[in-house]
């Protein structure tokens, strides 16, 4: 595709419920990123995927999330039991390779409430 | 953890001025350093990418520098235009990296 795509664009969801959210990287690219930003904070780098392994999930920040990633393309980060404090803007990026000199592309993000 | 940290948190300047937002990191150890753009409702757009062996990357009315060994660098932009309104994020990777190290951002105003 033209670019980084993430779905929904917007989730309310109520305490206690899971969700999904996706990801559809650009394609061809090897390596996937989810970040999250919560308001009055910076991102945070949850986890990486380098075709269909993470090798860190170091970021992820409870055992309530967790996320995969399927035939090198789509991933999907799902959050269990969703908490009020989860509550933020997901964001997805790709980069055609893991290498540090890569430039990640990032997606729209989707904003998740938790009530 | 490399901490990022971005001066000032917001700016409001008429159009047409010069400018500059300021970025500082903790470990002078960096891969390299990107500047994003976000939009209210929107993601982030790549702006420039500095590697670690390079001192400066100009784009357009964009010029931003690394120096490394004071641990900052610069985002200055030329003539200023009410479009250049956003949110302007430094980004730098991890030792790990891949995982990016964001700062909490400037938000820029510029006024007609």
């Keep these: ?115 | 953890k490399q901490e990022v940290t971005q001066i000032p948190a917001a700016l409001s300047v008429p159009e047409g001025e010069n400018l500059v937002l300021n970025c500082s990191f903790t470990d002078s150890a960096i891969y390299n350093l990107q500047w994003f753009r976000q939009d209210p409702g929107k993601g982030l757009t790549s702006l420039l990418l500095i590697q670690s062996s390079q001192r400066e990357q100009t784009s357009g009315r964009l010029n931003a520098s690394l120096d490394k060994s004071s641990g900052r660098s610069t985002l200055y932009i030329a003539a200023s235009q009410p479009g250049d309104s956003a949110t302007y994020l430094c980004a730098s990777y991890s030792n790990s990296g891949y995982a990016l190290n964001f700062g909490k951002g400037t938000s820029l105003l510029v006024t007609p």
């Design chain 1, 1 to 115: 595709g033209a670019g980084v795509s993430q779905s929904p664009s917007n989730k309310v969801t109520e305490k206690g419920k899971d969700v999904e959210l996706r990801c559809d990287p650009i394609s061809g690219h090897t390596a996937l990123y989810w970040y999250r930003q919560s308001l009055g904070q910076g991102l945070e780098f949850l986890i990486y995927f380098q075709g269909n392994s993470a090798p860190d999930k170091s970021g992820l920040p409870s055992d309530r999330f967790s996320a995969e990633r399927t035939g090198g393309s789509v991933s999907t980060l799902t959050i269990q039991r969703t908490q009020q404090e989860d509550s933020a803007v997901y964001l997805c990026a790709s980069s055609l390779t893991s290498g540090v000199a890569e430039t990640q592309y990032f997606g729209p993000g989707t904003r998740l409430l938790v009530l």
